[in-house]
């Protein structure tokens, strides 16, 4: 029997299964066959074909990076020559790029790494064109802009889920869980939350990836297919920011209509913007790229001078004055005894510990 009739047989078996509290384990044991599968599968497929992301991928550079994707001749490029100093070709005909490009975006003193990626069609994920390698290609992102034609938003979902189906997963957070083997007890599951699934279902699920020994601490409520990704790891988890180009071609009446009908569909809305890459100034964009990508700037100063307000330093959200330590230099760190803070801080000036966590704008003085 191939693994794709043992595939078959086996969601065949799910679908005859009822589904009650009785059956939820035998449930979730198919599922996860079936997910375990699926995955040997695919890795099998990459293999064969000798799938890579030659040409597309890039190295990382930069404070963050993201990707432009979308269907063919939405503007990706223009895009990218707008938003950065590239010079990415441009044309009214389908596919001009090829490979990918880079740029790279100054915003708020970060330098933000745009690659703009050939066109892909609906299919992309099971081979179409060379759909596979570019969406293979996105993975490495930190930020998709997902780019599409005011007059074909619908082409919007159908890249977002050609995202979904080569396993990357837009604007969530994966599920807190944490599975380590251990050498003996058997399989011992715990949960700081309330969860659906009953620990004996929870425990085979982990049996039939054999595991025999290990505990699984879950800290949020998750379901078959979350524990599956999770032991497989084959989820990545990615920002995403929907981008409605060429708003220019269409006259503003038609613009409002089709504006309200896509965030009335939308289930992030906030997540959307509305531009036109050949005639308009691309702010708004700029700052959801930056702000989507929890990015901060932190600009510093030395005693008695003004703070340097051009070369800031940039650190994820939730950074703290060890991290702006870290960033200028390791040895910094160990120097540094506290810092004076402007911005966040309670009073201007007020001296703060290295643990203290600061906030988009502070500006700060390390003291030694
Ligand atoms: N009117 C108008 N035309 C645009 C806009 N953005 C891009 N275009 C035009 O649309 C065509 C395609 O643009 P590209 O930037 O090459 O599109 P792409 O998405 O990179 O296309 P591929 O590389 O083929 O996937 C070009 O003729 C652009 O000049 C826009 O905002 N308004
Ligand atoms: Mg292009």
Sequence with gaps: MTVIERIEELEEKLAKTPKNKGTETDLAKIKTQISLLKSQQELRKTKKSGISAYGYSLRKKGDATCVLIGNPSVGKSTLLNKLTNAHSETADYEFTTLFAIQGMLKYEGARIQVIDLPGILEGAASGTGRGKEVLSAARNANLMLIVCDIKKPQSRDIIADELSKVGIVLNKSPPEISIRKTIKNGIIVKSTVKQKLTRKTIAEILRVHKLVN??????????????????????????????????????????????????????????????????????????????????????????????????????????TILDACMKIHKDFAAKTAFAKVWGSSRYEGQKLSLKYKLHHKDIIELCF
């Design 214 to 319: 290990a505990e699984i601490i879950l800290f949020d409520t998750v379901d078959v297919e979350q524990i599956n990704d999770a032991i497989l790891g084959n989820k990545t988890y990615a920002g995403a920011i929907s981008v409605f180009n060429k708003i220019d071609t269409v006259s503003m009446e038609e613009y409002l209509i089709a504006k309200k009908k896509i965030l009335e569909n939308a289930v992030d809305p906030e997540n959307y913007v509305f531009v036109s890459a050949q005639k308009e100034n691309l702010e708004e964009l700029k700052s959801l790229i930056f702000s989507r990508l929890n990015l901060m700037a932190i600009y510093t100063k030395k005693t008695n001078k003004k703070p340097d307000m051009e070369n800031p330093l940039i650190l994820k959200q939730g950074g």
